[in-house]
């Protein structure tokens, strides 16, 4: 039990409705004898919010708070990772990781408005997210208790919270046959645990819920222009769009395409290995997109640099730790190098691939002059003195081996 928490003192959960967050609501009653808050974050997951949050009360809750953080989600946060081209372990998008930080300062600020003494959520004692949740609440709120159920309760795994929601009549999806942990936004879509915790084992056809299946997609590809400036999507076919509606026509394109299917074994922060299947139709399109441009764009020891910021930056954003000082800097170049990253990129969408095949910006550092093979401004005689002193080295380290007789 949590030091300092009293009964009834009010208590803000990080609430979706899946099954951890609805058995959580009867679980802290019961247990501190306290008011529960629940707070939904609405980043694009889908459904009906109206009844996650009649199901709250109906579960217990003193109070609901909604919030629509759609649109923060996109450019505080999702934009600003796919500026830095940050991808996990080169293959996670990071769907999860990147929207931990933002409920987490939305649920302190709830904490606040209703005077709250601690604050809860559902991440099991296992995973990422605990760590994720709880240091953006240490970076807003250190003063604030934190109650994390499962590393206090007794039940240990999905079978057992069903079994405590069905016992006090509280609806889940979740069932023995289907015991899938999901977590959704306008990012992405996370599937785990059944099946899945097998990495022998192919991802059952049923765990997709999102993409179609590249096999049964479209025989025909289609062809999409992204347009961005300084680093961020802005318009899809010549059409301006907002970050949200830019984001729902990607991802109905990637789905429609089944693009952005992933499965991976991934290293957990907490130290073991997980396998995660992850569905990211349009982030994986705007990542194309964007890596497009760069191409045009950026100079070799940028581009090379920004690899580096971007490695870095994903495990920043993995481990919980957007708040840091070193993301904080490590944006500083991500924004002051995607000044020059304007323009547009046309992709072709086709069972499950997406591939860049022409891009232009007016920052564009790319010469015909130069490139062609047909005369141009190129001295090719230039070449022979370059070639001499960028291989000096070797020549050099050729003669000390030869008098020692190693070559």
Known sequence: MIDGVKADDTVVLAYSGGLDTSIIIPWLKENYGVKVVAFVADVG???????????????????????DLQEEFLT???????????????????????????????????AREVGASAVSHG?????????????????????????????EWNITGRNEAMAYAQARNIPVSATPSSPYS??????HISHEGGMLEDPGVRTPPDVYSWTTDPTTAPDSPEWVRVGFEAGVPVSINGIPQSPVELMETVNNLG???????????????????????YETPGGTILYAARQGLTSLTWDRETMAFAQSVAQR???????????????????????????????DCELMLYKG?????????????????????????????????FIHLFGLPLAVRYHLLHKRGER
């Open 353 to 385: 691939m997406v591939t860049a095949h022409a891009q232009s910006s007016p920052f564009s550092l790319y010469s015909a002059d130069l490139a062609t093979f047909d005369g141009g401004e190129y001295d090719h005689q230039d070449a022979q003195g």
């Open 123 to 151: 991440a099991t004692g296992k995973g990422n997210d605990q760590v994720r949740f709880e240091l953006g609440v240490m970076a807003w709120a250190p003063d604030l208790k934190v109650i994390a159920p499962w590393r």
């Open 255 to 277: 789905a429609k395409h089944g693009i952005g299917r992933v499965s991976m074994v991934e290293n957990r922060l907490v130290g073991m290995k997980s396998r995660g299947v």
């Open 182 to 187: 999901r977590d959704q936004n306008l990012w």
């Open 76 to 110: 505080q946060y999702a934009f600003p990772m796919l500026k830095a081209e940050a991808i996990y372990e080169n293959v996670y998008l990071l769907g999860t990781a990147i929207a931990r930080p933002l409920i987490a300062k939305h649920l302190v600020e709830v």
């Open 45 to 67: 997951q889908g459904g009906d919010l109206t009844q996650i949050g009649e199901k709250a009360m109906h579960s217990g809750a003193h109070d609901v708070v909604i919030r």
């Open 313 to 343: 930056l994903a495990r920043l954003i993995y481990d919980g730790l957007w708040f840091s000082s070193l993301r904080e800097s490590l944006m500083a170049f991500v924004d002051k190098a995607n000044c020059v990253v304007t323009g």
